[in-house]
T-cell receptor, first 114, second 115 residues
Framework: AQSVTQPDIHITVSEGASLELRCNYSYGATPYLFWYVQSPGQGLQLLLKYFSGDTLVQGIKGFEAEFKRSQSSFNLRKPSVHWSDAAEYFCAVGASGGYQKVTFGIGTKLQVIP | GAGVSQSPSNKVTEKGKDVELRCDPISGHTALYWYRQSLGQGLEFLIYFQGNSAPDKSGLPSDRFSAERTGGSVSTLTIQRTQQEDSAVYLC?????????????FGPGTRLTVL
């Protein structure tokens, strides 16, 4: 069965600092990987996704993520965090092939301090 | 165009009552998903629809939970004899179809509180 681990439940960074949110997955074949963001009172929004090809994926709002098969990781990064990035971030893994049954991680809540 | 909509946005009910949660997917999206988001638990898959059929109901936590979809569009999630542990945010998502590469678009959710 597929699974996702987000080891950091809560992270606090200063505005302008760099950010890395960790995600490790378990899946038997090549996975589909996603990062979603959920702002307070909002639905989930897709930040970026990896299906195949280039292992460094660019997303919206200046985010990027790198797929590392050897480490079963798909960490999310941003070089300079803005106050508006404060939200909850979910990593997710989906099965390659067939319909998109996605398993989500528990989420990482990001706090941005001035 | 309009995104995924869900109603009601908030529902407070008493233990033992039945509730119905509604999801209106994006027009033309044939795939529809229900998830449950509990505090500290992340998102939990409940059920998947392709058209009006549900090939995967594996996430429904008990037989008190059921869902249907009509006309390949609107879906209703019904919880019978609600329990306090059913309190959560119920999210609906839709996507273009079968391909695993299709992005899921999420609605704002229904917050269910069972007293």
């Amino acid at each position: 069965a597929q699974s996702v681990t987000q080891p950091d439940i809560h992270i606090t960074v200063s505005e302008g600092a760099s950010l890395e949110l960790r995600c490790n997955y378990s899946y038997g074949a090549t996975p589909y990987l996603f990062w979603y963001v959920q702002s307070p009172g909002q639905g989930l929004q897709l930040l970026l996704k990896y299906f195949s090809g280039d292992t460094l994926v660019q997303g919206i709002k200046g985010f990027e993520a790198e797929f590392k098969r050897s480490q079963s990781s798909f960490n999310l990064r941003k070089p300079s965090v803005h106050w508006s990035d404060a939200a909850e971030y979910f990593c997710a893994v989906g099965a390659s092939g067939g319909y998109q049954k996605v398993t989500f991680g528990i989420g990482t809540k990001l706090q941005v301090i001035p | 165009g309009a995104g995924v909509s869900q109603s009601p946005s908030n529902k407070v009910t008493e233990k033992g009552k039945d509730v119905e949660l509604r999801c209106d997917p994006i027009s033309g999206h044939t795939a529809l998903y229900w998830y449950r988001q509990s505090l500290g638990q992340g998102l939990e898959f409940l059920i998947y629809f392709q058209g009006n059929s549900a090939p995967d109901k594996s996430g429904l936590p008990s037989d008190r939970f059921s869902a249907e979809r009509t006309g390949g569009s609107v879906s209703t999630l019904t919880i019978q004899r609600t329990q306090q542990e059913d309190s959560a945010v119920y999210l609906c998502a839709s996507s273009l179809g079968l391909a695993g590469t299709n992005e899921q678009f999420f609605g704002p959710g229904t917050r269910l509180t069972v007293l």
